[in-house]
């Protein structure tokens, strides 16, 4: 895509353009929600209606909920929330950039803290639903949560974290190599041969260097 194409979806429609999602792991995408893809630093959940919608398209709350959840708020509710997701991608940042590049043990758990004071606060509980995968229809256990105040918004992405920090092998994580790019992500490839975040946003930028690199040298 070219610079122009970026410039032009940034100024049209909304003030932000869609969420940047290629870490292959939601938790790094949350890390990803402040970027600067061009020249102008984003920050994707700088106000509640900007983390209404990054939760919408990171798939983590139902759309109607939010809308529930809008129709109920009092004006500048989500600011407040926004502003304190925001803190937990700060700290979350901190604790993954320290970290990554080798797998997580025991001893981290200590400096969790702050994410299982988090998910103390979920009012989870189970449903049995409905399914109905192709012709084969039967029943599915699922985990729901009560949506009691607008704060309920962080834990989804408590979650996430969560499971993150539990599942994923921190030998993945990697930040992008693009020398002025913040982006992380997880490598899944096979050979962990992956260096940037996305080839339209730093790949073919160093490959163009590179080429105008060998260009030079031949003449
Ligand atoms: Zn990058």
Excluded at 29 to 37: E, H, K, R, W
């Amino acid at each position: 895509m070219t610079k122009t194409s970026h410039r032009e979806i940034a100024q049209t429609a909304s003030p932000r353009p869609p969420a940047i999602f290629i870490a292959d792991a939601l938790s790094l995408d949350f890390l990803n929600s402040v970027a600067t893809p061009l020249d102008t630093e984003i920050d994707w959940i700088d106000d509640g209606e900007g983390l209404l919608a990054w939760l919408e398209q990171a798939k983590l709350v139902p759309a109607e909920t939010l809308e529930t959840l809008r129709a109920r708020a009092m004006p500048g509710e989500f600011d407040n929330v926004a502003a304190q997701a925001r803190s937990l991608r700060e700290w979350f940042r901190g604790f993954v950039r320290q970290r990554k590049g080798r797998p997580l043990t025991s001893a981290d758990l200590s400096e969790l803290e702050p994410l299982n004071r988090l998910l103390e606060r979920d009012e989870g509980f189970g449903r049995i639903v409905a399914h109905d995968h192709g012709r084969a229809s039967g029943l599915e256990f699922r985990t729901m949560r009560r949506w009691r105040s607008p704060e309920a918004l962080l834990l989804p992405i408590g979650e996430a974290l969560a499971k993150f920090v539990c599942e994923e092998d921190f030998s993945n994580v990697k930040a992008c190599e693009g020398p002025a790019c913040t982006l992380m992500f997880a490598d899944h490839t096979r050979g962990r041969a992956r260096r940037w975040c996305s080839m339209a946003i730093c790949g073919n930028r160093a490959k163009q260097s590179a080429h105008r690199h060998r260009l030079k040298m031949q003449q």
